[in-house]
């Protein structure tokens, strides 16, 4: 069966620091990922997905950059961290190629800027 | 883009009394689909809707889908406490930049008082 990792699982920044957060998924190949943010009491907003290795589409333009460097892994990070960055980070996989495309979810990272 | 539009915002009820949440796109759906979100966890995938008018159950809730694809409803009937969480649309869609995709309402915050 499939699972979906993400660590960690709370952090707390101070502004102008930088961001890493991971996620890798396990029993599937080639997946569709996706990164969200999530401010508090708020809906979901995506920010990144892939498709593959090396491809990444941005849906918002702001301080936060993902990286895919392995078929399972996606990176979410950040150069220098804002308040305004605070909030609940989701990592999710859908299959690929599916024109559903139901997706996912890791169990997030509450990330507090400071 | 596609846009959606989840009303209402905010909902509470006695337990035992029905809930509805609606959902509403300015474009025509391939799909849609209603994630639901426990206080402190992630969107967990409920159901998918396909077909034009298309009506499925889950025990107590109720998922509809519109005869021209562009609305949906969630109905729970006789809510309980373990009903509490926020309820999300999610219409898969032509996203305007050449691209289909999930796009996720804001949600609706069902609260159930015992």
């Known amino acids: 069966s499939q699972t979906i990792h993400q660590w960690p699982a709370t952090l707390v920044q101070p502004v102008g620091s930088p961001l890493s957060l991971e996620c890798t998924v396990e029993g599937t190949s080639n997946p569709n990922l996706y990164w969200y943010r999530q401010a508090a009491g708020r809906g979901l907003q995506l920010l990144f997905y892939?498709?593959?290795?090396?491809?990444i589409s941005s849906e918002v333009p702001q301080n936060l950059s993902a990286s895919r460097p392995q078929d399972r892994q996606f990176i979410l990070s950040s150069k220098k961290l804002l308040l305004s960055d605070s909030g609940f980070y989701l990592c999710a996989w859908g299959l690929a190629g599916g024109r559903s495309d139901t997706q996912y979810f890791g169990p997030g990272t509450r990330l507090t800027v400071l | 883009g596609q846009q959606v539009m989840q009303i209402p915002q905010y909902q509470h009820v006695q337990e035992g009394e029905d809930f509805t949440t609606y959902c509403n796109s300015s474009?025509?759906?391939?799909?849609i689909q209603w994630y639901k979100q426990r206080p402190g966890g992630h969107p967990v995938f409920l159901i998918q809707l396909v077909k034009s008018g298309e009506v499925k159950k889950q025990k107590r809730l109720t998922f509809q889908f519109g005869e021209a694809k562009k609305n949906s409803s969630l109905h729970i009937t006789a809510t309980q406490t373990t009903d509490v969480g926020t309820y999300f649309c999610?219409?898969?869609?032509?996203?305007?930049?050449?691209?289909?995709?999930?796009?996720f309402g804001k949600g609706t915050k069902l609260s159930v008082i015992p």
């Open positions: 474009t025509t759906l391939s799909n």
């Open positions: 892939s498709v593959g290795i090396g491809q």
């Open positions: 999610a219409p898969y869609g032509y996203s305007g930049a050449g691209s289909y995709q999930l796009t």
